[in-house]
């Protein structure tokens, strides 16, 4: 089975651009969770999509977006960047069926956000 | 405030070493999450646990949920145990967050 896989790899931005980052999750899993990390603040949790629904939510600001389509892909969307948004963006797939709390969480390899 | 807190925050040992890594948190928790990085960012789920104790080859988690701490423990540790471990408890009443995750130990494994 293939892995957790995002595009692109690597990015870089300049202040005021917008960013659209994808995850393509596991075949079958249906929940796309996307976190943030970077060296001051460590991981930090963006949002969640299970079938298509955004079913939670992390503490960032509206310019942080992200949708889900039915093959379960996910897209997140940055705007109006800022340099603090510099950061390495993981998305993580699983089944979804528990709720999250106990499904194991598949991490694809991230990509590095660079913005100027 | 952080919910999280994960001791030692560095750790050095020799291979063969046994490791204790210890998370304590103040959240009501449904479970929690061990997670390994290694350089270059790629990080692997190794433990769900709610209760009690779980062992994978060398690895071996334990949870008490009444004292709100988990340990993650390195038998025999090796160079390739080389690594960030990070805890994620995942709490019970969803504040918006759905994992809260510790700072991380760094771990190096010397030959």
Redesign the interface.
Known sequence: KAGVTQTPRYLIKTRGQQVTLSCSPISGHRSV?WYQ?TPGQ????LF?YFSETQR????FPGRFSGRQFSNSRSEMNVSTLELGDSA?Y?C?SSLGSAG????????G??T?LTVL | KNEVEQSPQNLTAQEGEFITINCSYSVGISALHWLQQHPGGGIVSLFMLSSGKKKHGRLIATINIQEKHSSLHITASHPRDSAVYICAPYPRLHTGNQFYFGTGTSLTVIP
């Open positions: 969770s990390q460590g991981l930090q949790f969640e939670n939510k992390g503490n390495l993981l993580a999250g709390s106990t499904d194991t969480q598949y991490f390899p991230g590095r």
